[in-house]
């Protein structure tokens, strides 16, 4: 009994942070929703006026869901790279998905492009794409044979990082009527609202998360070694590409439709290995338990701090995250983390 409560207590206490960041995330913002009335609406008991049941049901219940997913897909993508890199700096961005993601949106922008036949879902489906196929070249560039060496896949990720990054700077250099719209997009934030991103997000993430809460396991053989793995019967290669697939199609979805919002896939994941241990089993659950209130948390500061100006989240996200990812490195800096 001791041992299974043991097991249980971080993800009740991380649903419990959780839970407590979206009931915060609803009721803060330029109209106050006291938090026992917002309950009783959730419930199907309605007390509040028309005005602030449509607040809360089409303006802030989407964007919280959003924003919740967006922190749980980086947190989670952000777990399965440490893990199959075998790295604490590796981060959702490691191999590409933001530079390409970027690069995508920015070219939509300064085309001028703010209607089309995808209509203003444009700039996130361009940044999605570009994600994608920033991980593809990469791919195919460190792939040697049947094998993909985990060294020329970063090696190669920093290169076109760096490639996609300057053309984007280029493009933007050269479209100054956007300049302002794709610095506010590369900033980080969820600029879209309603439902319809939600409903839109949501199938990529079901399917990519699920394989990665499904992949515990063969994430903790890896932690012995790519030759050890294999004379255990793992079948190496094929994992590294279901994860590397996994964990690219989560962050270039949180991506497209948020915007590169970083720390987020590096901190939380680092921190709660330090806090709970390494077996992906338990982390990668909690890593999105984790990942999705923290992101929430910083989005209601941005929404709040200097209201009613929004700050973008992701210098938020960057301002807190350096001190705190620093303090946890000297926390730790006479103990074995990894």
């Given amino acids: 009994m001791t041992t299974a409560f043991l097991f249980r207590r971080p993800f009740l206490l991380n ?15 330029s109209v106050f929703i006291p938090p026992q009335d917002l309950l009783q609406a959730l419930m199907g008991r309605s007390v509040l006026s028309s005005t602030s049941t449509t607040i809360i049901y089409e303006i802030r219940l989407p964007h919280t869901l959003l924003v ?28 590409g998905v933001a530079s390409g993601a ?38 195919s560039i460190a792939r040697l044979g049947k094998t993909v060496p985990v060294t020329t896949l970063i090696l190669a990720g920093v290169a076109v990082s760096s490639f996609a990054t300057a053309l984007s ?49 063969q994430l903790n053989v890896l932690q012995l070694g790519e030759e050890q793995a294999q004379q255990l019967g793992l079948p190496v290669e094929r994992v590294k590409l279901l994860l590397i697939v996994a964990a690219s199609l989560a962050a270039a979805a949180a991506v497209a439709f948020s915007g590169m919002i970083g720390f ?3 901190i939380v994941p680092h921190a709660l290995r330090l806090i709970w241990g ?25 929404r709040t701090l200097f209201a009613p100006e929004v700050v973008p989240v992701g210098i938020l996200t960057a301002l807190a995250g350096v001190p705190f990812f620093l303090w946890l490195l000297r926390r730790a800096k006479a103990q074995m983390f990894w």
């Fill in 68 to 95: 919740a997913l967006t922190g749980a897909a980086l947190a989670g993508s952000g777990t399965a790279y440490q893990g199959l890199f075998r790295n604490p700096l590796a981060d959702p961005y490691l191999i």
């Fill in 15 to 29: 649903a419990l942070i959780l839970a407590l960041a979206l009931l915060l995330s609803i009721a803060l913002g």
């Fill in 169 to 217: 700077s280029f493009i933007m250099l050269y479209s100054n009527n956007e300049l302002r719209r794709a610095l506010a997009w590369l900033l980080g934030g969820a600029a879209l609202s309603g439902w319809p991103p939600v409903v839109a997000i949501l199938p990529y993430l079901v399917l990519s998360l699920g394989i990665l809460l499904f992949s515990g396991h």
């Fill in 278 to 302: 390494g077996d992906h089993r338990r982390l990668l659950p909690l890593s999105m338990l984790g990942g999705a209130a923290a992101l929430l948390l910083a989005d209601l500061l941005a």
């Fill in 102 to 139: 970027g690069l995508g949106a920015v070219f939509v922008m300064a085309q001028q492009w703010p209607q089309t036949l995808l209509g203003f879902y444009t700039i996130p489906a361009a940044a999605f794409l570009g994600a994608l196929m920033a991980v593809a070249v990469v791919y």
């Fill in 264 to 266: 987020i896939g590096l």
